[in-house]
């Protein structure tokens, strides 16, 4: 079952028996406290939200095809991960792609997709990574190579199709 777990983690992916067998755990050491309050919010410039979005879209694509001075693209990492997932990742990278990254990367995708609802394309393309992401995180817990290696080629898949799509839109 899909769903969106309360630390922060979107669409992650759970089989039903597991979710049942921890619903009401007392182990889980989630930690409770006060939201911040902001308010007195100000528009410091006339342009609106969408301009500023419609204005980033050549950035992105810039970002995305690997033009940012990082030296390797987006889409060789993701595929170098998966090869490494294929034989088994160890520390320090499985504990920060199960406690991390993973639950990161989905978060992140799924915010820019809501920002970019107006290229449905894009934004199409960002909720079918972060599905992807989210659900990787219950293959990370269990140390489940190969559906984690498949998850990364996905991803790494999906990061092409964003590619083209930024390319259309800018």
């Known amino acids: 079952m899909t769903m969106h777990d309360p630390q922060g983690h979107p669409y992650a992916w759970l089989p039903r028996h ?10 889980i050491g989630y ?3 006060r939201f911040p309050l902001r308010c007195n919010f100000r528009r410091v410039s006339a342009r609106t939200p969408e301009d500023a979005v419609r204005d980033l879209v050549p950035l992105a694509h810039q970002w995305a095809r690997g033009d940012h001075g990082r030296g390797e693209q987006t889409v060789d990492v993701l ?7 294929d034989l088994g990742l160890g520390v320090p990278a499985l504990p920060v792609l199960q406690s991390f990254s993973l639950r990161l990367g989905a978060r992140r995708r ?9 290229w449905p394309e894009i934004a199409s393309v960002l909720v079918h990574q972060a599905r992807a992401l989210g659900k990787a995180q219950y293959a ?9 290696a498949s998850t990364f080629r996905q991803v790494a ?6 590619v083209q799509a930024l390319a259309r839109a800018s």
Not at 18 to 27: K, L, M, P, Y
Not at 140 to 148: G, K, S, Y
């Open 79 to 85: 595929r170098g991960l998966a090869d490494r997932a």
């Open 157 to 162: 898949d999906l990061h092409e199709d964003l």
């Open 140 to 148: 990370a817990v269990r140390e489940d190579r190969a559906v984690l």
């Open 110 to 118: 799924v915010d820019a997709a809501g920002e970019l609802h107006a």
């Open 18 to 27: 597991a979710f049942a067998a921890a619903w009401g755990s007392d182990t």
């Open 31 to 33: 930690g409770t406290g």
